[in-house]
């Protein structure tokens, strides 16, 4: 699918507390040198008292002051989370509430498609746009309230932040592919969530995250290829035509990997993951919004938004001449 919109702003929010590898050493057998090594994490932030809806609402208000728009002007809210606030209401009505506009006729829902949240509630903001003028898309995410800070192979990879982008009718091209492939053999998955005090966690150990790391490696590598192979088969672009490629900041050798296979240089890969970790649904657009921030985006710049998370989900943006204003300070 190919819709035209204008990426107006976009702001970040980073979680309180900085956790580096040298402070998780100090709770689970582990080594800044294995993390780094295996992952690229450095560090990662962790929320101390503010949810998933907090984070959004900080993320929100820059990507606001960057559209150079006011709160009012939204007429969308979709926030892509797997750790919201509660399950009801959801966490756009509570974004919406402390933005001040539960007056205001607003279209607000949650998408949960884990890491590929945000990719997922791109697509559905493009084909709103028709209808409404300014959609306001978040990914937060307070992950580390259902981590077991306990275990190694899990509660080093992640971290909480939040991501925001506003889009509204304009000339760039988007060309969408998204993907499931549905698991019910629990490669990853988790049950529950509150929020976490100084790296405790209160919730039953069949309800932490769990992961069997190397499947989802394997699938990552393979759905990564295939998402970027996919969108710029519609764009009838090659890979030589990219500027940027954003991919969700899981594991700097999964994106080491994807690049040797598709013969691009690492360099194209924008990342991000040795400060923020993998915030899921938040790391795409924290990354974006980081990216502009250094200047690597301008309006001619053709750029793939790429990921994959629990679901088993995936897909891919191409955002052709982002052909966009100021985004964030
Ligand atoms: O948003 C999607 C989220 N998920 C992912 O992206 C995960 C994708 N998978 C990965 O990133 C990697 O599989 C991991 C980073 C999770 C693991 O790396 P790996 O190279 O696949 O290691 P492994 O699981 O094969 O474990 C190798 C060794 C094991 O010890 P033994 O059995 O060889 O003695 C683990 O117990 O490393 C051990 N290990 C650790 N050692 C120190 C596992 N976690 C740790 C740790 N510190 N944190």
Redesign the pocket.
Known sequence: MNNQVKILGCGLAKAQQKITNFD?EKR????DE??VQ??GISSRYITIDENTSDLAVRASLQAIESAHIQNKDIDVILVATMTPDCLTPSTACLVQAKLGLNDVPIFAIDINA??SGFLYAFQLASDLINRYQKILIIGSETLSKMLNWDD???????GDGAGAMIIGQGSSQLFHYANSEGDLSGV?KANGLTLTQNLQNQIPIDQFLT?Q??D??RF?VRVLKESIENVLKQAHLTIDDIDLIIP?Q??Y??INHVAKRMKVDISKFYMNLQEFG?T?AA?IPIAYAQAHEAGLIDEHKRVILVG???GLTYGATLIDKVGGEECVK
Do not use: K, P, Q, Y
């Open positions: 998780l689970v057998e582990t080594s294995w993390i295996r992952t884990a890491c190694r192979s899990t509660c080093v990879l992640f990853l992961m790391g190397n989802v490696f990552a969700h899981a594991n050798r999964i993998n899921s790391s994959f998370g629990s």
